[in-house]
């Protein structure tokens, strides 16, 4: 899913790089109030677990495998303005020091799985929580849709970038229909892991769950007075 | 960065590549995966200029290609779609004779795609592998700093650096125990132990974090990070 140097033209890449700023930009001030002066600390080991939850990876069929993203994930447990700061970071990181995905390709990145990601699995996982019933058990199940939906979100804009700047003459239907495909695949395996995780940080610490605030209330009180300390 | 020591994809030297300001490599390289990007890929000569200058920094950097082949790996996936491309892309079709009496119907516009994205995709990564190489992480935070990324992000950057190889042992560990319990981690049917795993991985980061910040503020952390911790 990293896309690398030389997949979109410049035009594009430029393009989507400014989008990607102004996201970033956007998410840096508005981090600050899910965060306030601990955003830096936080965010920074937040984004090392993503990290680490990118290296797991789970097969998909036919031989090849795909990894989590964390969008969803991120932005369920943290809230959406630091999951955002998260995975510019970590694609920041993994494209400065490791090569994956391309430096001119960051804005791309940044916009595909950071802003759109985000943006798609946050808004999805709370219209669902607005339609389940209000208990506890709907918080991981509402996380899941945001997660499912969210992977091929972030296909179908790659497509749509791909139809406007791509470096390859490949028909955009036929780009939409494999990415699109391939990524509901993806994306299901991303929304199990998501809603497993989400429910089990739930069952441990309900309080550090952002997206799960009101629905767990009574257990948290006890529980971080045990564990925090 | 205070630890001892040195990151996976450093190679520690002296060389005038290591030496030279990290706000400029990362302009320098910035420039040049622009440029790569925007030739047109017909330009097959100006490719190879490419690659020779990259390959002379290398040497020039006294970076073995031992070192810096093995991380390419990085860009297997893609060089697959690369190779997928020929047979999808649209425009005339050549026929390729191939061992066997087989036929390969390709597109001849998808071979020169093919082309290009094999060639601009490499050049990035080799760049951008010759400057993780030669250049020390907390060299890379302070020239970016230097090129006014907000500081904030920069100082994410950094915390994320510092502890990942202290989150990510934690997660090797962690996937240690599993298998040594019979679970294997890739397998969906034990997912819901993975997600337990990275569910823990998660409640000990995020109370890493917070020790950190409260560390930090007993020791007069006002938002910014003082010069020499960077």
Redesign the interface.
Known sequence: MHV????L??PT?IATGVVAAAG??LA?RKARTELD?????????????V???Q?????VGAGT?GHLLGGALAAV??GPWTAM??I???L??Q??????G???ALGTNITLMAIVGVVVGYGVFRLALGVLPRRPGSVPLAAAAGALVSVPAAASVFSLLFAIGG?????PA?VLTAMVGWHLVIGI?EA??TG??????I???PD?VRGARGYAGRRSHLQSEG??A | MGAGHGHRLHFHGHSVVHRAPAHLKILVLLGFVLGVVATPREWYPVFGGYLALVLGVVVLARVPLRYLLPRMVIEVPFLLFAALVPFVAEGERIAVHVVGGWELSLSESGLLAAWGLVAKGTLGVLASLTLAATTEPAEVLRGLQRLRLPDLLVQIMGFMIRYLDVVTSDLARMLTAMRSRGVDPRSPRHWPALARTLGALFVRSYERGERVHLAMLSRGYDGRLPEEAR
Do not use: E, Y
């Open positions: 690398p140097d030389g997949f033209d410049a890449s970033v930009g840096l002066d601990r955003t830096a600390p936080m965010a920074g080991l937040v984004a090392a677990f990290f680490a939850g290296m797991i990876n789970f097969p495998s447990l943290v700061l998260c510019s970071v970590v920041l990181v494209g400065l020091f490791m090569a994956d391309g430096l001119t470096t390859a003459d490949i028909a036929k395996g199990v892991i497993l995780v989400v429910s089990a940080v069952a441990s610490r550090l564990v925090g």
